[in-house]
Structures are given as C-alpha cells and as structure tokens.
Nanobody, 131 residues
Framework: TEQLVESGGGSVQAGGSLRLSCAAS????????TGWFRQAPGKEREGVTF???????????AYADFVKGRFTIPPDKTGNTAYLQMNDLKAEGTRMYHC?????????????????????WGNGTSVTISS
C-alpha cells in the first residue's frame, strides 16, 4: 500500500523552528518529486517545496516565494523519508502541512508552487505559529 505519514507538527512562537518528517512506504519515488503542501482552514492548498529524485541522483529543489531563505527540503539518501526544515517561522496561525509525491513540471503562480499531478497525498501534520 502506498502511504505517506507526516509527523513533527506542533505549536511554536514566531521566529522559532520546526522539522517535519514524512515516512514513505509502498512505492518508488525515483523519477518523481517529493515535497510539501500547506493548507489553512477554508483556504486552497499551496505548494511549498519539492525536490526531484532521479534514477541515479537527486535533482534541484524548488521553493515557494513565501518560504525562500527560511525553509529547506534536505535530500534523503534512505529512499523512504522526506523532511522539511522550517526556520524563522511567521505568525500565520494554524496550517496543515501535507507530504506529497507529485509528477510533471512545477510552475509558480502568485508565489506558490503549482504541480500537474499529485500522485500520493499524506494526511498531514498541524503546525500553529503564534505571535
């Protein structure tokens, strides 16, 4: 069974850091992009960051404008985990962060990343940033 399970969410004050993890199982991520979306209550999901895993190497990563310089998606050599390092968090309330496997090219629209196909979607982990 293809599955993504996120962890690491919580509550933190603005300026703090969190590291999210995503445990993957049941599929091969090579040739696809692994990354993260975020979604506020009642809002559309936003693409945050994605990294490409080629057959033999790790490709470039892409970041939404609103997280550049603060968030990092480190390459994972184990093949079964994804991370999101979030620093200098902004007081934006509560959002769900979802891990995802996507296919196709990525474009930018109003600062967020847009993808063509979401192949696998995790249930998410909640992140609350307070001022």
């Amino acid at each position: 069974t293809e599955q993504l399970v996120e962890s690491g969410g919580g509550s933190v004050q603005a300026g703090g850091s969190l590291r999210l993890s995503c445990a993957a199982s049941g599929f091969d991520r090579h040739g696809k992009r692994t990354g993260w979306f975020r979604q506020a209550p009642g809002k559309e999901r936003e693409g945050v960051t994605f990294i490409y895993y080629g057959p033999k190497n790790v490709g470039n990563s892409a970041y939404a404008d609103f997280v550049k310089g603060r968030f990092t998606i480190p390459p994972d050599k184990t093949g079964n985990t994804a991370y999101l390092q979030m620093n200098d968090l902004k007081a934006e309330g509560t959002r769900m962060y979802h891990c995802a496997i996507v296919q196709g090219p990525i474009s930018v629209y109003r600062g967020a990343l847009k993808v063509q196909v979401v192949e696998i979607w995790g249930n998410g982990t909640s992140v609350t940033i307070s001022s």
